[in-house]
């Protein structure tokens, strides 16, 4: 699919063969050792290093505001772009790694219908800020606007539960859980809304009939692919035993992954979503005899690939989004609004706690979008509608504010409600 010039960010070539490699070079040692001082200055800071590595590209992508190089130009070129969505395929890899089906099956009826709340209530307001801000725009723009809101960043909650020592708390296992069905039904949604708006691109006519296909295509394509890679996934990596071979996990880890994502974009979703799929089928313990072997766990072996490709795909999306767009009282409102939607949204869901668990500190640890709202804005700026960007420039960057506000406040308020609720000595 062909986008507008002006998407963001999109995958026109700055240029090719040995000189868009040679010209990609210095920008990429730039971004790679900012991004790391970045990270670490934020992690210092009790903020998520994500954090730093997008506002980075934010700064980044702007220095010619002040007279410095325009670097959006190498922002939305080939290269950069190629290891930038490489980096979003990874990065849902090892959130899927994260959890297990069993995991999901075992959290109970308490957080799926946290998880079910977190999705229909963001998902909801989204388009009702939609229809308010851009009332003459197709449905469709406004549903996406929905899914955006509707992600949750099961890595940043994790990581301040962990920090306040609370993960076997109640309260945390049904957050961790509901964060992860969360995820799961959002990108079933963003898998609908964007099979809807490549069906109205290409003028194939579109009835309610087509929409349910599509959401049973995705819920299909989820369902057999944990069902089939669960079967096949501890076969394969036993029968790879007789190869002998240091490094054959992580080889047949990628290419299980990289392979579900192509899969995935066959089946017309987006590749993020066979990613997911594929970690979460993997398991530590189809690993352990090569692991006994010689092999690194597969998460450590991994972890070089990470660094280097994750940071390059927040760096990228904070360098698609122009300041300038703020100047515009329009976009500022629409970043008002979908923040106050997106903390809305998600401090509903609290509401379906359970007896005896702190609906406000549920509600606070589904808030935070990080890196997951930014993929969903990410596939919103390549997909087109009339000819134009679904998520164009000052929308973008409305979404970039409420990503960044979601994930700033999250920490110590979530941190602050637990205090309250755990015991003195198991708080830092």
Known sequence: M??????????????????????????????????????????RAGQPAVLGELVLGI?????????????????????????????????????????????????????LLVAVLGVAAPLALGFGVGRLMHPGESWMLHAFLGAMLSATSVGITARVL????????????????????????????????????????TGV?????????????AAVFLAGALVLGSFISPRLFRHALAVRSIGLV???????????????????????????????????????????????PLHKSLDPLIALLVPVFF???????????????SVLGLAALLTAAALAGKLICGLAAPKGVSRLTIGLGMLPRGEVGLIFAGIGAQLVLAGKPV??????????????????????????????????????
């Open 59 to 111: 700064i980044l992508g702007n220095l010619f505001h002040v007279g410095g190089p325009d670097l959006r130009t190498v922002a939305q070129g080939e290269t950069l772009g190629t290891l930038a969505e490489l980096g979003a395929v990874l990065l849902l890899f090892q959130v899927g790694l994260e959890s297990t089906p069993a995991q999901m099956l075992a959290v109970g009826g308490h957080a």
């Open 205 to 217: 006519p579109l009835g309610a009939w087509e929409v349910v296909l599509i959401c049973a295509k």
């Open 391 to 428: 998520i164009d420039a000052g929308t973008y960057a409305a979404a970039v504010f409420m990503v960044l506000v979601t994930t700033i406040i999250t920490p110590p308020l979530l941190l602050r409600s637990l205090r309250g609720r755990v015991p003195p000595r198991s708080v830092p």
């Open 2 to 43: 062909k986008a507008d010039s002006e998407a963001l960010p999109v995958l026109s070539s700055a240029g090719s063969g040995a000189e868009g490699t040679i010209a990609i070079l210095p920008v990429l040692a730039l971004v790679l050792v900012a991004a790391r001082l970045a990270g670490a200055l934020f992690e």
């Open 250 to 296: 992580q080889a047949l880890a990628l290419g299980f992954c990289f392979g579900l994502s192509y899969l995935a974009h066959l089946a017309g979703l987006a590749p993020i979503v066979g990613a997911f799929a594929a970690g979460l089928v993997l398991e530590e313990v189809h690993f352990e005899e090569h692991v006994r072997r010689g092999d690194r």
């Open 162 to 201: 962990a920090d306040a020592r609370a993960l076997q708390t109640r309260a945390a296992r049904i957050i961790l859980g509901a964060a992860v069905i969360d995820d799961v039904l959002g990108l079933v949604v963003l898998a609908v809304i964007a099979g809807v708006i490549t069906a109205a691109t």
């Open 315 to 329: 760096v990228r999306m904070g360098m698609s989004v122009d300041l300038a767009s703020f100047a515009k009282a």
